[in-house]
């Protein structure tokens, strides 16, 4: 029996990629994005040529009732309640704290915090009323352990994520809903790559595997995290990175 996946922001990038693995894997998947449509209508387009299951909705996920609107679409469309949820939709504010506006700092929290919560809160209850063991896997981020300089927002929102995969975890555990989290490390994908003309070379330099990683490399322990093989794996951090934060900044 084919079960539902949620995979939020999942029109471009990393999210479109997961869509695809998804699908691969045997899930109908319904996806969330914000912006132009065309991307999801491409990605619709390119599932549904290939026999898979897919459906996409404009939402913004720190927006309550963009995102309740979602859930009853999707579990229409799928009739019966989500079994995977994947909180990948984020966005980045370039600024030192000293230059970051009050809506420069709101705009990320809302959209990358508050949005996982929205849509952990909303598959969640569905969930529970639905009697599903399902699976929620959050994407973080190496800030949710480091620093990233003139990404104050941001690394405040990923470290939140980390603390907040734990409490979920440890709440939704006795409904049998398992809570992970992603942490990638240098992932080349369009928008990383706007942020230096050599961004892959400057990571690839210091990453003990010796490459930047793809969005590819993502795909597997995600569907690792929402599968049986990780029925007895809660509240933990995997760190997808060529090993990129776990060596010390040695002088």
Known sequence: MAKLAVITGGSIGIGRTLVSAFVEAGYAVAFTYVGDDAPAKALATEVEGAGGKVFGLACDAGKLSDVKNFYEEACRWFDDAPDVLVNNVGIQTWASLLELSEDGWDDVIRTNLKGCFLNTQEAARRMVEAGKRG?????????????????????????????????????????????????????????????????????????PLGRVGTAEDLSGPTLFLVSDAARFVTGQTIWVDGGVFSQANWP
Not at 150 to 158: D, E, F, G, I, M
Not at 164 to 169: D, H, L, M, N, R
Request: proline content about 4%.
């Open 135 to 207: 699976a929620i896997v959050n994407i973080g981020s190496g800030c949710n352990k480091l620093a990233f300089p003139r990404l104050v927002s941001y690394t405040a929102s990923k470290g939140g994520i980390e603390q907040f995969t734990k409490v979920s975890a440890v709440e939704l555990g006795p409904h049998g809903i398992r809570v992970n989290c992603i942490a990638p490390g240098a992932i080349l994908n369009e928008r990383t790559a706007m942020e230096a003309e050599d961004y892959a070379e400057i990571w690839s330099k210091i990453t």
